[in-house]
């Protein structure tokens, strides 16, 4: 690290300590900005931790809707993101009206909305899942059900088949980052490393994760590797997921399965934005309160569910 970078981390520190900030980051952040977060987790665990902390001031490293679920369960708290743009392709795919005009076709549906998508969108929903619980948030649901699964096909269909009899129509949405893989950059990954076990995230293409080991959040995948008796690992998630795999298990080795696997909004987030940010406070998440009080009961009933 050079001086200027220490210099920095030292400045945000004590900033963070003066504003009685926590710093919270998606395993997708950059290294550096990894390292300064008080917590680091997938978007389950994020929004848990926002939930339950009593500081007042949280600084959030991630994408805009990560921020913005915090802001929902964190009403009195000031909610800050160093970076306005950091936004998701993802969440970007389903707005709130047409939601509603889906919903009016589907009169019985029930709506699961995974987090990557905007408070406005969660207002229009029955109840939120993300990667990490998505088959368990279905299961809680009556079994005669009708599913309206919103907003990733890749991630809905992959829940379906974790849970089988149940009833989900999908959404068309998909992660650009994680669609645009195909099974060819699995099979010459393992070419490569024949002895490497695949770790896939659920946002990835059927036919991508027929061809993985096992299938997981990026928490999962942590566990998945921390956990597994090998000791080299194909990983089809961010290529932030590998700071963190690397550092929990120095004796193993981790091999990003293609070079495209970078989202280059999560990678907006730089120290010098999480200074700027604790310095003034600002930009900050604002949600208007007609749409947070209907947001907050769809992510509340997924906490309910464990
Ligand atoms: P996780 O909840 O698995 O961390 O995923 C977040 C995400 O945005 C994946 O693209």
């Not at 070419?191 to 991508?208: D, G």
Request: glycine share 4%.
């Amino acid at each position: 690290m050079t001086e200027t970078k220490r210099d920095l981390v030292a400045e945000i520190k004590r900033l963070k300590q003066e504003r009685s900030a926590l710093i919270l980051g998606h395993y997708y952040q950059l290294p550096e900005v990894q390292d300064i977060a008080d917590f680091v987790g997938d978007s389950l665990e994020l929004s848990c931790r926002a939930a339950t902390t009593p500081a007042k001031v949280l600084l959030f490293c991630g994408v805009y809707f990560m921020a913005e679920t915090a802001a929902v369960l964190s009403p009195e708290k000031a909610v800050v993101i160093p970076d306005l743009q950091a936004g998701c392709p993802l969440a970007a795919m389903i707005t709130p009206e047409a939601l509603k005009a889906k919903r009016s076709q589907l009169r019985e549906a029930v709506v699961v909305t995974y987090v990557n998508t905007t408070a406005a969108v969660k207002a229009e929903s029955d109840i939120v899942c993300t990667s990490a619980n998505g088959p368990k948030v279905v299961r809680s649901l009556p079994p005669d059900s009708t599913i309206l699964f919103v907003p990733d096909r890749n991630l809905g269909q992959w829940v379906a088949s974790q849970c089988p009899g149940r009833r989900l129509i999908l959404w068309d949405g998909y992660c650009p980052i994680h669609d645009q893989i195909r099974p060819e950059d699995i099979l010459q990954a393992k070419k490569e490393h024949p002895e490497a076990q695949v770790l896939a995230h659920p946002e990835c293409r059927p036919e991508v994760l027929a061809l993985a080991d096992r299938v997981g959040s990026t928490s999962g995948i942590l566990r998945f590797a921390r956990e597994g008796s090998a000791r080299e690992y194909i990983i089809v998630t961010e290529e932030g997921l590998l700071h963190q795999l690397r550092k929990e298990n120095p004796g193993k080795e981790f091999y990003l399965a293609s070079p495209r696997l970078i989202c280059p909004d999560m990678k907006r987030i730089t120290l010098d934005k999480v200074y700027q940010a604790l310095r003034f406070l600002e930009p900050r998440v604002e949600i208007p309160a007609p749409v947070r009080e209907r947001a907050v009961l769809a992510v509340k009933r997924m906490l309910a569910t464990g």
